[in-house]
């Protein structure tokens, strides 16, 4: 079963730094592209950033471009999110998301971790 | 500010049908880009209902199905049932916006 677990959110300043990780079982981590998915309080779902199987390709929304850095370790089947420069905006709930065998959907989906950024 | 537009909410009887439609542009669904469809039930994380336009993962029943033409997308539910209650979203590439994938605005799907 493919099981996604997020970690690392909380309360941060704005302008502080906060690092996102997506424990991943189930399935070959490697074999995969991955995701990050927000969703505001209240909100519908956003595109953060996408990394591709072997981290060599990465791409951003341009809200958190320069300022989110997308990175996986296929070793340790983690996938990461670090943010900086973080803004009231970024308060959302953060989702990693597996991406589909033959099309860019998002198969499965961690439970999400929660993001505040509030002084 | 989403690129893909669905009405905030639709609601039906149970046993009605009801659609979701998801309205894009030249650059996303009208590009010819696969749409897929989420279900968010209150609480929980997006689960994947349609993928490619019109296929079901495996354990979805077949009375939801989506369907693509020109610059819009639709999502169909059939026998509508008291747990389908939830929020959905539409999802699907835009080569404008430097590789991004983009999400609908939302419907709420309310079972009267």
């Known amino acids: 079963e493919v099981q996604l677990v997020e970690s690392g959110g909380g309360l941060v300043q704005p302008g502080g730094s906060l690092r996102l990780s997506c424990a991943a079982s189930?399935?070959?981590?490697?074999?995969?592209?991955m995701h990050w998915v927000r969703q505001a309080p209240g909100k519908g779902l956003v595109w953060v950033s996408r990394i591709n199987s072997d981290g060599s390709g990465t791409f951003y929304a341009d809200s958190v471009q320069g300022r989110f850095t997308i990175s996986r370790d296929n070793a340790k089947n983690t996938l990461f999110l670090q943010m900086n420069s973080l803004r009231a905006e970024d308060t959302a709930v953060y989702y990693c998301a597996r991406n589909c065998d033959s099309t860019s959907c998002y198969q499965s989906w961690g439970q999400g971790t929660l993001v505040t950024v509030s002084s | 500010q989403s690129v893909l537009t669905q009405p905030p909410s639709v609601s039906g009887a149970p046993g009605q049908r009801v659609t979701i439609s998801c309205t894009g542009s030249g650059s996303n669904i009208g590009a010819g880009y696969d749409v897929h469809w989420y279900q968010q039930l209150p609480g929980t994380a997006p689960k994947l209902l349609i993928y490619a336009d019109n296929n079901r993962p495996s354990g979805v029943p077949d009375r939801f199905s989506g369907s693509k033409s020109g610059t819009s997308a639709s999502l169909a539910i059939t026998g509508l049932q008291a747990d389908d209650e939830a929020d959905y979203y539409c999802q699907t590439f835009d080569h404008t916006l430097s590789g991004s994938d983009v999400f609908g605005t939302g419907t709420k799907v309310t079972v009267l």
């Open positions: 189930g399935f070959t981590f490697s074999n995969y592209w």
